[in-house]
């Protein structure tokens, strides 16, 4: 079986939703190509191909042959943006110097009774500026243009460079012709010089507000310091971040941005993480403590001990999820792209009908050239192109600011359809921290050598359970025994050998399984898995010789979470490996009405698939790697950022502050984003649809009514402005 590669492309020269369309339809026919993903907004695509039949170097040459350059790499949004924008702002810095003494020019005849310049003249120098306009300010319309026709596509290019060149034609006839039969007003020269005007300055202002929907990737990108201290060979030396490893040796002094990921070796700093956990309070750290790159050290010089950089640290994480996220269409979008697909050619057969019309119906009618300019400037989907993913952008880029990295519009537009969610108790519902609150010792036993045996066996387990009776243990300054043949038994316990004797430690079920009489412990732990307590058995040779309670406490913002949940109409349930007793208690104090218990790993994927298959649109919110599973069956996995990382990358939502107040903004996000691209699509398409008859000069014999090229070239600037603006309230919102 040929494995599927995946290829990130930097693409120049997109600026439509017709380009995204010709691009993603052309190599959906290219062979070894199993999919393509071309992002208008950030100007990139992503390729899925089988190595066997294409490379890397075939998929560039044949994006070339549909007219766009492509480079391998994942696109800088920030300076990708920036040149974006001084490019834009340079041509219609351009375009307005010709474009405003042509229109001058052209209303002279307005300002006074007696010609000021001769039609020669007048009609000379607009010829001239018009020319320029288009010549020197958008020649890469036309050059893109004259691309797309050579391959028998179009695009929103297309349809500018037909009108302005139209409109240039036909003026430049008429100017000529006046010679041999007198002066005409059918003169457009201003129209293609404000045309040329409009669309860029409507670019530029495009290139602006995607610059400012862009925020988030760059104010993550500005958490990396340049230089920082590190200690080679005793020595201290200031290097470039950029250069560090793993297992270097770093100082990182008051005041300055933590490098890398690490350990602190030396030194208990106090670490502002908020920009990259959204913690409120800087946290203390100790020798053994793990630091996050990016995050601000405070008051206190400390060493580090250099354990993830690159792609592999944190923050390099986040940025790679916010910016695939931002790649990454929504469903919804899917209707623009097909609409965009063909529109193109439809206003291009709209504006050979209403050239003909008109020919036929008033030939000598200044409508016969004013109109079809009109129809292929107003009809340009520009609009359309930028609706979806302007908000997606802005969307996704406002969730990373609240410490919720949501990987895609497919997962933003996923939120939105959610009537089920169900959470994972430990970790997740509860604090995930276990402490020891009850011991209970049967026979001659003491409760000391109780935890003895109970934390030395526990101690070879990574379960929560475990670790927490083995630091009791410690905290009790209790010696280990020794303890041999470990064997975790994942949802029920642990069993092993310790002097001889055949030591069992786990749940209620565990023992009964073994056949240990439990009746002296069941009264009492029952009354302590009722508080939501986590009992743990433990039985040496077959018999019961104490158990100990745990307790787990309930996050604080968890019941008004669960509340909230409950209120907008969502099913909220609860699953738990511990048994009834205790899931029931932590089910109580947090609000949940349904609940499951007693429940192993592998069980937890087939409850969500199962709601699944009954209707139900799962959200499955959890932080263990047993987890995993489960977030990947969901409709939508959402993962608390401080859990395992296997957790993490199975989830289409990842909570990057340690609390649940994100499971509520996120779904306040979706529904605001998926308000706003509805929003855009319908003015996109009423503003095509209610102008383009008007464009073509419908209600011209009966009301009068037309639409200038001028005017058709600004109120579609305007369009995409509005679109593009309208996303940027996310910004601001909720």
Known sequence: MNKTEQLSLKIEGIHCASCVATIEKGMSKVDGVDECRVNLT???????????????????????????????????????????????????????????????????????????????????????????????????????????????????????????????????????????????DQLYF?????????????????????????????????????????????????????????GMMLIVRPGEKVPADGIVTEGNPVIDESLLTGESFPQEKRVGSEVVGGSLNGNFAFRLNVTKTGEASFLNSVIRMVSDAQSRKAPIQRVADRVAGVFVPIVLGIAVLTLAIWYWLAPDSPMLIKSVVSVLIIACPCALGLATPTAVLAGTGRAAREGIIIRGGDVLEDLNKIDTVVFDKTGTLTRGRLDVVGIRTFGKLSERNLIRIVGSTERQSEHPVGQAIASYMDLQQIESRTVRDVEALPGFGVKAECDGSQVLIGSRALMEENEVDLEAALDESVQEMSKGRTVVFAALDGLLIGSVSLSDVLRSEAPEIIGQLKAADKKVLMISGDNRQTAQGIATLAGVDSFEAEIKPEQKKFIVESYRKSGFNVAMVGDGINDAPALAMANVGVAVGSGAEVAREAAGVVLVRPDLNGVIKMFEISALTLKIIRQNLFWAFFYNFAAIPLAAGLFYPLFGWSLSPVVAAGAMALSSFFVVTNSLRLNRKI
């Open 42 to 184: 950030l100007g990139s695509a992503t390729v899925n191909f089988d190595r066997a039949r294409i490379d890397q170097n075939q998929i560039i040459d044949q994006i070339s042959e549909l007219g766009f350059g492509a480079k391998p790499g994942i696109a800088d949004i920030g300076e990708q943006n920036l040149a974006e924008v001084n490019k834009a702002r340079k041509s219609m810095k351009t375009a307005l110097a010709v474009a405003l003494p042509l229109m001058a020019v052209s209303m002279l005849s307005m300002f006074s009774p007696k010609p000021i310049l001769s039609y020669a003249v007048s009609g000379g120098i607009q010829l001239a500026l018009a020319s320029i306009a288009l010549l020197v300010a958008g020649p890469s319309i036309l050059k893109d243009a004259y691309r797309q026709t050579l391959r028998f596509t179009a695009n929103m290019n297309s349809l500018i460079a037909i009108g302005t060149l139209t409109a240039f034609g036909w003026s430049l006839y008429s100017y000529i012709d006046a010679f041999r039969s007198g002066p005409t």
């Open 190 to 246: 201003e129209s293609v010089g404000m045309i040329i005007a409009l669309i860029l300055i409507g670019r530029f202002l495009e290139s602006r507000s995607k610059m400012n929907a862009g925020e988030a990737i760059r104010a993550l990108n500005k958490l990396r310091p340049d230089k920082t201290l590190a200690v080679i060979n005793g020595v201290e030396i200031e290097i470039d971040a950029a250069v560090v490893k793993p």
